[in-house]
């Protein structure tokens, strides 16, 4: 099964960037605006897209503090059925070293390869939020 699996290395301690990517207010500053989500593993967490026309719901199915986290889609795009997110972190030189992977896809096609650009969009809006304060949180019109 395909996956798509990007490493980064961002300028911020890696307990900033697992804050990143656990606390609701600091999603909000990269990925979307419109969400609901608590940082407790099991619970369910929903990310809402243009006014709500995209919604993805997240299992928190692991939270190991500062080094990965993990969720189980539970709801979202069709091509995205049976598909996870792992976000491990590692500390490399006072920096965060991220190796993101959303794994399970049933075959690398259009839709895949979409997908694929949307995170490479999105990584950038975190890795800006952690270096600079300010994300990009929403698709842009071009993806």
């Given amino acids: 099964m395909p996956s798509i699996i990007k490493e980064l290395t961002i300028a911020a301690d890696v307990h900033n960037v697992f804050g990143a990517l656990t606390e609701p207010e600091e999603i909000a500053r990269w990925w979307t605006t419109d969400l609901n989500a608590r940082a407790e593993v ?38 995205w059925a049976g598909t996870s997110f792992t ?26 390869e979409a997908t694929r650009r949307t995170w ?5 809006s975190l890795k800006s939020y952690l270096e600079t304060g300010k994300g990009t949180p929403g698709f842009p019109a071009t993806v």
């Fill in 120 to 124: 490479e969009y999105f990584l950038q």
């Fill in 42 to 79: 099991g619970t369910l967490a929903e990310f809402r897209f243009r006014q709500g026309a995209f919604v993805i719901q997240l299992e928190v199915a692991e939270l190991d503090q500062d080094e990965k986290v993990y969720w189980i889609l539970r709801q979202g795009a069709p091509h």
């Fill in 87 to 112: 976000w491990q972190l590692e500390p490399v030189h006072n920096r965060a070293k991220i190796v993101f992977s959303h794994d399970g896809f049933a075959q690398a096609d259009e839709p895949y």
